[in-house]
């Protein structure tokens, strides 16, 4: 298997530098890209279609806190970050379209054993929608 471009999943939680220490791993061993992508369905479908705020610097649909805790994310990677995509709404919808569009292979996402996780898995539905492979990895 040769991996080109890992996209990494990112919750705004200290939580995420695991997954970003896992990416950084299999990206310095595979020599592959990395890039972010951030949706937050909290607010429903705001803003329809997925921004790379690495490309525009439009107004988005976040408060600055989400873009700065992004922007920590990118510099805890202490690496280029190819893309950082956000986007409001359900990330399976999104996620289709970006993964094809910029040649992604790997997807790398977060999974937590609790018990409202277990209830509402954001994993198993990207489980069950990714048209490339995946590597869930567990959340204390």
Same mark, same amino acid.
């Given at each position: 298997?040769?991996?080109?471009?890992?996209?990494?999943?990112?919750?705004?939680?200290?939580? %995420?530098?695991?997954?970003?220490?896992?990416? !950084?791993?299999? #990206?310095?061993?595979?020599?592959?890209?990395?890039?972010?992508?951030?949706?937050?369905?909290?607010?429903?479908? !705001?803003?329809?279609?997925?921004?790379? !705020?690495?490309?525009?610097?439009?107004?988005?649909? =976040?408060?600055?806190? #989400?873009? %700065?805790?992004?922007?920590? =994310?990118?510099?805890? #990677?202490?690496?280029?970050?190819?893309?950082?995509?956000?986007?409001?709404?359900?990330?399976?919808?999104?996620?289709?379209? %970006? !993964?094809?569009?910029?040649?992604?292979?790997?997807?790398?996402?977060?999974?937590?054993?609790?018990?409202?996780?277990?209830?509402?898995?954001?994993?198993?539905?990207?489980?069950?929608?990714?048209?490339?492979?995946?590597?869930?990895?567990?959340?204390?």
């Amino acid at each position: 298997m040769e991996y080109r471009h890992i996209l990494v999943a990112l919750e705004l939680t200290d939580d %995420t530098k695991i997954l970003i220490d896992k990416a !950084i791993f299999f #990206a310095d061993k595979l020599e592959a890209s990395i890039s972010f992508v951030y949706i937050d369905g909290t607010h429903g479908e !705001i803003y329809p279609e997925l921004v790379d !705020i690495q490309e525009d610097n439009i107004d988005l649909p =976040f408060n600055e806190d #989400a873009i %700065t805790k992004l922007r920590v =994310f990118e510099t805890y #990677a202490n690496q280029p970050i190819q893309h950082i995509f956000v986007g409001t709404g359900d990330l399976n919808d999104k996620l289709k379209n %970006t !993964i094809e569009t910029h040649g992604v292979d790997l997807l790398l996402c977060g999974h937590h054993h609790d018990f409202w996780h277990k209830i509402i898995s954001h994993s198993k539905q990207l489980i069950d929608t990714s048209p490339v492979d995946i590597l869930v990895v567990p959340m204390e």
